[in-house]
């Protein structure tokens, strides 16, 4: 008798993760625009299957400091180098004319990880923001960080550029989980500090933090994960399902129903999120939350001004 040596089959999608392929003027104009500059979004370097919706409707997450990342998660689709290329000292000036040229009210601008350098990027990226503030004043401004390895000195530069509405950095997984999914730099309790300390250092920016489902995690940790961000100041949680971008990525190990989705997203209002986005295709940039973002950062601005009027 033979063994069988055949390769297990992939799990095939369900119904609820298919999406119609991106079209559209307006994703054609943005997609032209995007590659008339050189400029990298995260919507294409993550295969997001959100893509054609979200730039349908004029918007898009920026990726700034390059295309490659000096961390290897390995759930992550991004091109990783020890070394990569050297910082475009031109690049604040065109990312803030190309996002004036797109007309957004509300932009996800990210990064990739720059281990390499001295300052990990985070002088780079305030000038990026302050040049975007600069030729977009009314523009809200949400970035997705990296963790700069915990170092709150570097986030502070990040944070002191004063344009930043939402600062956003993804703990991606639950605990037990997490070295076996991200790269070994990242922590998940380096992750809740970095949330924490940009909660302690400007009180009034919104902190927002994302998980991906699918990995083998159980609903016990998922509520846990909650209960750890909403400890360290978080207001707006994300989760959706992990999809394996190749063959050399984490594989998929359930997916997800719809029908817990929405459990996850009753189970974290109720224990005092904000907000909470959560469904099979949410991502942490999707612009369902986005809206609700703009609305929220809204409110909070009437509220403040209504309490200067009685002073």
């Keep these: 008798m033979t063994e069988n040596l055949a390769k297990p089959q992939k799990m095939p999608k369900p119904s609820w993760l ?33 893509l054609g919706e979200c730039w349908g409707g004029g918007t898009a997450t920026i990726m ?17 180098a020890k070394k990569p290329a050297n910082l475009d000292p031109l690049e604040p000036e065109s990312v803030a004319k190309s996002l004036q040229d797109m007309g957004l009210s509300y932009v996800v601008i990210t990064t990739v ?95 927002k933090t994302s998980i991906m489902l699918g990995l083998g995690e159980t609903r016990e940790e998922v509520i846990q994960a909650m209960k750890d ?26 997916f997800v129903t719809p029908e817990q989705f929405k459990e996850y997203e009753k189970l974290g209002l109720e224990l005092g999120f904000k907000y909470v986005a959560s469904g099979p295709l949410v991502r942490s940039s999707y612009r369902a939350g986005e809206f609700f973002i703009e609305a929220f950062l809204h409110s909070k601005e009437a509220a403040h001004a209504a309490q200067q009027e009685t002073v």
């Design 18 to 50: 298919k999406v119609r392929a991106p079209s559209g003027e307006k994703y054609l104009k943005i997609k032209e625009m995007m590659r008339d500059r050189k400029l990298a979004t995260v919507c294409e370097e993550a295969h997001c299957p959100n």
């Design 64 to 80: 700034v400091m390059g295309d490659t990342c000096t961390r290897g998660c390995k759930f992550c689709n991004v091109k990783t």
């Design 113 to 207: 990880d720059r281990d390499d350098l001295e300052d990990q990027g985070a002088g780079h990226f305030a000038n990026i923001i302050r040049a975007v503030k600069v030729k977009n004043p009314k523009l809200r401004i949400e970035t997705l960080a990296g963790d700069f390895q915990g170092r709150v000195d570097l986030q502070k530069i990040l944070l002191d550029s004063n344009g930043i509405d939402v600062f956003a950095h993804n703990i991606e997984t639950v605990e037990r989980l997490t070295k076996g999914v991200r790269d070994r730099r990242a922590t998940y309790r380096q992750s809740l500090d970095v949330l924490r300390s940009a909660k302690l250092n400007k009180p009034g920016i919104v902190t």
């Design 229 to 254: 961000c909403l400890a360290a100041g978080v207001e707006i949680f994300t989760l959706g399902q992990y999809l394996q971008p190749s063959q050399w990525h984490l594989e998929v190990k359930e």
